[in-house]
């Protein structure tokens, strides 16, 4: 089965700032995570040319798309980008991990997570979202969608209700199962009705933590879980460090954690929901599924950042070919 993804294409990018003049001259304070327009992004773009930096490209569903083309499963993601280095950089990042790139482009600067180091070792994170969730409804093709099994989707992108709506409408009537990650608890609290809507109308896979779940059932995991899988086919609610829970039907399976030497969490969602999509893309029983996931996620929190070394890759092919066997 092949995977398409469809999200906000946005660059990682970590700069090590020689002090916090940067800051000043673009802003923003120092410590925080903050929105960043065009005119704040320019500055930094400008500021950053001689730093020390870092870069992968990045958003939630391409974070995930990455890690099952890098298991050896068939992905491809649809984002937009701008008409600059940055963009160009996405794409290229993407094919070399064997990801199918989709994009619509259109003029002016791409979509981008600057994480600034302070000298003291202090991060402030600036997001501009750019192009990235300004896809509308008729730039998501048919043709595209009919190659694949699955579609992902992020629950970030249900700022933009058109497009969500009207890309599982396409993806259920060409035969695709639709999964959605709730992204946040705060997204979960801003569109909870048209999740109500959404949810049992066209999902059939559906991921959340434990935040997001409760905040979206007013239930306690345990229960919020078999709760959601009587509106879905699957339901998965990760719980951290006390492994996931995953639902179907009436049967739920405890998925413990996987890995020890937890360092940074950033893409723990995200490098699980791409083991299991792959373990379900390769036949695997839902519990199986959900033990890769829990590896990959194991793996992750290792290190700094949302994406496994490359040096890794090897290896977790081996244990999950065992997994699956």
Excluded at 56 to 80: D, H, Q, W, Y
Excluded at 113 to 128: A, K, N, Q
Excluded at 199 to 206: E, G, H, K, W
Excluded at 313 to 324: A, N, R
Aim: glycine share 10%; hydrophobic share 40%; with cysteine.
């Amino acid at each position: 089965m092949k995977i398409v993804g469809l999200g906000n294409a946005l660059v990682d990018v970590l700069l090590r700032l020689e002090s916090d003049e940067t800051l000043s001259t673009i802003g923003i304070r120092k410590g925080v995570m903050e929105m960043i327009d065009e005119r704040q992004m320019i500055a930094l773009r400008t500021a950053q040319k001689d730093l020390e930096r870092t870069e992968a490209p990045g958003g939630s569903v391409c974070n995930t798309m990455r890690a099952i083309a890098l298991l050896g499963g068939e992905s491809g993601f649809v984002g937009k980008i701008g008409d600059d280095a940055v963009g160009a950089y996405y794409e290229s990042a993407l094919k070399k991990a064997g990801v199918a790139p989709y994009f619509i482009r259109t003029t002016g600067i791409s979509g981008s997570c600057t994480v600034l180091i302070s000298p003291d070792g202090e991060r402030t994170m600036c997001t501009f979202l750019g192009p990235a969730p300004t896809i509308s409804p008729d730039e998501i093709r048919e043709s595209v969608l009919s190659d694949y099994h699955i579609i992902y989707i992020e629950g970030y992108l249900l700022v933009n209700e058109p497009l969500v709506r009207s890309a599982m409408e396409k993806a259920k009537r060409l035969g695709l199962k639709v999964a959605l990650d709730l992204s946040n608890f705060n997204i979960v609290e801003s569109f909870k009705p048209l999740l109500e809507d959404l949810i049992p109308r066209y999902v059939d896979i559906l991921f959340s933590n434990e935040s997001e779940a409760e905040t979206f059932t007013g239930q306690p995991a345990r229960e919020a879980v078999r709760t959601l899988a009587k509106q879905v086919s699957i339901a998965l609610v990760t719980l951290g460090k006390e492994g996931s829970l995953i639902a179907s039907g009436d049967v739920c399976h405890a998925v413990p954690a996987l890995g020890e030497g937890r360092v940074d969490t950033t893409g723990a969602g995200d490098n699980f929901a791409a083991g299991f999509l792959y373990g379900i893309s390769r036949g695997a029983s839902i519990d199986k599924a959900g033990l890769v996931g829990s590896l990959l996620a194991g793996e992750v929190v290792r290190v700094v950042g949302p994406q496994i070394p490359e040096s890794a890759w090897e290896q977790i092919k081996l244990k999950v070919q065992g997994m699956l066997a």
